[in-house]
T-cell receptor, first 119, second 107 residues
Framework: QVQLQQWGAGLLKPSETLSLTCAVSGGSLSGYYWTWIRQPPGKGLEWMGEINHSGSTNYSPSLTSRATVSIDTSKKQLSLRLTSVTAADTAVYYCARGVIAVAARFDSWGQGTPITVSS | EIVLAQSPGTLSLSPGERATLSCRASQSVSSNQVVWYQQKPGQPPRLLIYGASSRATGIPDRFSGSGSGTDFTLTISRLEPEDFAVYYC????????FGQGTKVEIK
């Protein structure tokens, strides 16, 4: 069964860059879209962007200029960089596996990484 | 961007009762792109229903999904204590979006 383990610095100052990594174990990278999703405190879920094993990416229009999702297939890790963070980027960040064959869904999720942006 | 509106915002019910959650899309969505998740405090979302009506592995049959076009429904036939949580619908188009959630709370 696939497992996603994520980590990254939890406290940032405004204008700094958020960096998160998600390690995939127990399954292949191929055939899936590896995704970052965030959830501000007490709010709903926001899809941020995705990447497949070939490195093809898609981003939320609201984040295109600040977000970068990358993948290291040799380490089976995906990463998220978000530049110029503000308090509005405070959220729990999740990595997830996107299945797009037949019926699309996010079927496996990381444990979540809480990120706080504060001066 | 496809906007998903969930209703009601909060559903207050007792164990054993039936829960009906609605998700309305701002434009038509293919049924094979409609998903429902359950989330409990401090946990990531858990996949319940995909393809509008297919239960994910290990999901009890008291959970069912239906709908087409712009209107989709998640039904919990008889609420168990562990079902009290927040439920999100999602559409998995080119730019996936989520509804704002429905909280099912104990009455």
């Amino acid at each position: 069964q696939v497992q996603l383990q994520q980590w990254g610095a939890g406290l940032l100052k405004p204008s700094e860059t958020l960096s998160l990594t998600c390690a995939v174990s127990g399954g292949s990278l191929s055939g899936y879209y590896w995704t970052w999703i965030r959830q501000p405190p007490g709010k709903g879920l926001e899809w941020m962007g995705e990447i497949n094993h070939s490195g093809s990416t898609n981003y939320s229009p609201s984040l295109t200029s600040r977000a970068t999702v990358s993948i290291d297939t040799s380490k089976k890790q995906l990463s998220l960089r978000l530049t110029s963070v503000t308090a509005a980027d405070t959220a729990v960040y999740y990595c997830a596996r996107g299945v797009i064959a037949v019926a699309a869904r996010f079927d496996s999720w990381g444990q979540g990484t809480p990120i706080t942006v504060s001066s | 961007e496809i906007v998903l509106a969930q209703s009601p915002g909060t559903l207050s019910l007792s164990p054993g009762e039936r829960a009906t959650l609605s998700c309305r899309a701002s434009q038509s969505v293919s049924s094979n792109q409609v998903v429902w998740y359950q989330q409990k405090p401090g946990q990531p979302p858990r996949l319940l229903i995909y393809g509008a009506s297919s239960r994910a592995t290990g999901i009890p049959d008291r959970f069912s999904g239906s709908g087409s076009g712009t209107d989709f429904t998640l039904t919990i036939s008889r609420l168990e204590p562990e079902d009290f949580a927040v439920y999100y619908c999602q559409q998995y188009g080119r730019s996936p979006t989520f509804g704002q959630g429905t909280k099912v709370e104990i009455k």
